[in-house]
């Protein structure tokens, strides 16, 4: 089984900085794309922003400038680099990672999520 355990969350000011982290563990062949995703009471699931194994990204245009995202594939961690944050930023992120298994196929994987709370 994969675990995807996030960290880094917290409440910080408008204009302030934060980072996320999600480290993926278990029965791992290998890991594609991982990304952040983030969800706000009465809203739909978004994307945040998405890389691939090769590093390539992919960002929502709400947040494009502000938040990078980067991954150590030696240690199959993901991280999000959030600044210029904004009330509406507010939101539960939860780290997804594309998992090739042992003996088996691919499966997405999401984690518990981590509360991020921006205060204007």
């Known amino acids: 089984q994969v675990q995807l355990v996030e960290s880094g969350g917290g409440l910080v000011q408008a204009g302030g900085s934060l980072r996320l982290s999600c480290a993926a563990s278990?029965?791992?062949?290998?890991?594609?794309?991982m990304g952040w995703y983030r969800q706000a009471p009465g809203k739909q699931r978004e994307l945040v922003a998405d890389?691939?194994?090769?590093?390539?990204?992919n960002y929502a245009d709400s947040v494009k400038g502000r938040f990078t995202i980067s991954r150590d594939n030696a240690k199959n961690t993901v991280y999000l680099q959030m600044h210029s944050l904004k009330p509406e930023d507010t939101a539960v992120y939860y780290c997804?990672?594309?998992?090739?298994?042992?003996?088996?196929?691919?499966?997405?994987?999401w984690g518990q999520g981590t509360q991020v709370t921006v205060s204007s």
């Open positions: 278990g029965s791992i062949f290998s890991v594609h794309a």
């Open positions: 997804n990672a594309d998992v090739r298994i042992y003996y088996s196929g691919s499966y997405y994987f």
């Open positions: 890389i691939t194994s090769g590093g390539i990204t």
